[in-house]
């Protein structure tokens, strides 16, 4: 069966998700109390309705309950993200994300029982910021609050070589889990595959360790 998804709120970030969501042929459900924002949807989303998250009655009306993915994308008003969440959650909705405004939002909306907390901005930001810093990362992706996957440009220094050869992972504690080089992608290189000028090695790791390894290696 197909998985019905649910987005509310409909600013930058739930009108991304709900556009993104509709293109790819799933049911979505847009809510907000915004008349013209929903009116904007109408033609987008399966069915685009002006409610009130924080009234039960509505939630109940609209059957969120019955949705296998609730995204809830308020945006400054932190009460009503997290009254939201949490009747959602008294509702029985099974999967949870929410959009997190700071640090302490993130820690109430978890422990009224959120699957999944995101920070666009943040996120965003550090992914702009590894960017600038560094002339061989393309793409950043943070795992945990320690823990990432990046994507990095082979230089010269790693020309020629094997990934034995560079042991990376005994000298940096890292993993190089697929290489895209030029149309191709491998995954799960073996031990023995040689690393060209411009591949675009997929690393994962710990932010300490893929630091000392882009200092060390790609001379960053």
Do not use: W
């Amino acid at each position: 069966m197909r998985k019905a998804y649910a987005v509310i709120g409909l600013g930058r970030f739930g009108g991304s998700i709900c556009k993104t969501l509709s293109e790819e042929g799933v049911e979505v459900l847009a809510i907000d109390t915004d008349e013209d924002k929903v009116n904007q949807y109408a033609n987008i989303a399966s069915h685009a309705v002006m409610g009130d998250s924080t009234d039960e009655n509505v939630l109940k009306s609209l059957g969120i309950r019955n949705f296998d993915h609730v995204i809830v994308a308020i945006g400054d008003n932190i009460q009503a993200s997290i009254l939201t969440t949490l009747m959602l959650k008294e509702l029985g909705v099974e999967h949870i994300t929410v959009k997190a405004q700071n640090d302490y939002h993130e820690k109430v909306l978890t422990k009224i029982g959120a699957n999944h907390v995101v920070h666009p901005e943040r996120d965003m930001g550090k992914r702009i910021a590894t960017k600038i810093l560094s002339n061989n990362v393309l793409d950043y992706l943070e795992l945990s609050d320690e823990h990432s996957i990046v994507e990095v440009v082979a230089n010269d220094r790693m020309h020629g070589h094997s990934i034995i050869e560079l042991d990376v992972r005994a000298k940096y504690g890292i993993n190089i889990v697929a290489i895209k080089r030029n149309r191709d992608i491998i995954v799960s290189p073996q031990a023995s595959e040689v690393i060209q000028r411009g591949d675009v090695l997929i690393v994962i790791g710990a932010d300490v360790d893929i630091n000392r390894f882009e200092k060390k290696l790609l001379g960053q």
